[in-house]
């Protein structure tokens, strides 16, 4: 399989936990992307990495919320102390090289995260 | 926030008709790009259209753009009740050395037999 892995597929975790999702891009994709989707609707922003430039965090809601990746491999988005309001499928995506040259995304099919 | 905004909602056909989805967005953009979701999956890539292209063809699928209106179609031809999924549009807009990819909140298609 090739394609972008996500893991764990669903975490139903308490108010108030720490979570941890991962997100193995596909290999030799220099660009990743984390998004997160609401119960039917679409998808919101939430970091984007690129190489060994410094990561674009501006769709992240709040501090609770931190990523990082390792090299142009591995990414892990962790969101502390999780608020209900936080559950949500969690998407990762990679993608060859730099928007810029207008190159799709290629999605993992999420985390479906439950806070309880 | 979500530039752009399809239209309709959501759209129940018939086996065999055809199926049109239209995306409106509100700033100037280097793409834009439709993507399928199935339900419980990720995204899949349809088919991207430059901002200098009016129209492009992939199979059964029709998209155009009108940079002029800001808003773009997909056209399902001969549907199939396995093209039930969801579909987002998303722009690409370039500023300074960063790119952003902005989807839409998407169109739920529902074929039947």
């Known amino acids: 399989g090739a394609g972008v892995s996500q893991s764990p597929s669903n975490k139903v975790t308490e108010k108030g936990k720490d979570v941890e999702l991962r997100c193995d891009p596909i290999?030799?994709?220099?660009?990743l992307y984390w998004y997160r989707q609401r119960l039917g609707q679409g998808l919101e922003f939430l970091i984007y990495?690129?190489?060994?430039?410094?990561?674009?965090k501006s769709g992240l809601p709040s501090d609770r919320f931190s990523a990082e990746r390792t090299g142009e491999s591995v990414s892990t988005l962790t969101i502390q102390r999780t608020q209900q309001e936080d559950s949500a499928v969690y998407l990762c995506?990679?993608?060859?090289?730099?928007?810029?040259?207008?190159?799709?995304?290629?999605f993992g099919d999420g985390t479906r995260l439950s806070i309880l | 926030s979500q530039q752009g905004e399809e239209d309709p909602q959501a759209l129940s056909i018939q086996e065999g008709e055809n199926a049109t989805m239209n995306c409106s967005y509100k700033?100037?953009?280097?793409?834009l790009q439709w993507y399928r979701q199935n339900s419980g999956r990720g995204l899949v890539h349809l088919i991207l259209?430059?901002?200098?292209?009016r129209e492009k063809h992939s199979g059964r699928l029709r998209v155009t753009l009108d940079t002029s209106k800001k808003s773009s179609s997909l056209l399902i031809t001969a549907s199939r009740a396995a093209d039930t999924a969801s579909y987002f549009c998303?722009?690409?807009?370039?500023?300074?050395?960063?790119?952003?990819?902005?989807f839409g909140t998407g169109t739920r298609l529902q074929v039947t037999l």
């Open positions: 259209i430059r901002s200098n292209e």
């Open positions: 700033t100037s953009i280097n793409n």
């Open positions: 990495f690129q190489g060994n430039s410094a990561p674009d």
């Open positions: 998303a722009t690409v807009r370039h500023t300074g050395t960063a790119s952003k990819l902005t």
């Open positions: 290999s030799g994709h220099t660009a």
């Open positions: 995506a990679s993608s060859p090289e730099f928007l810029r040259v207008g190159q799709p995304q290629h």
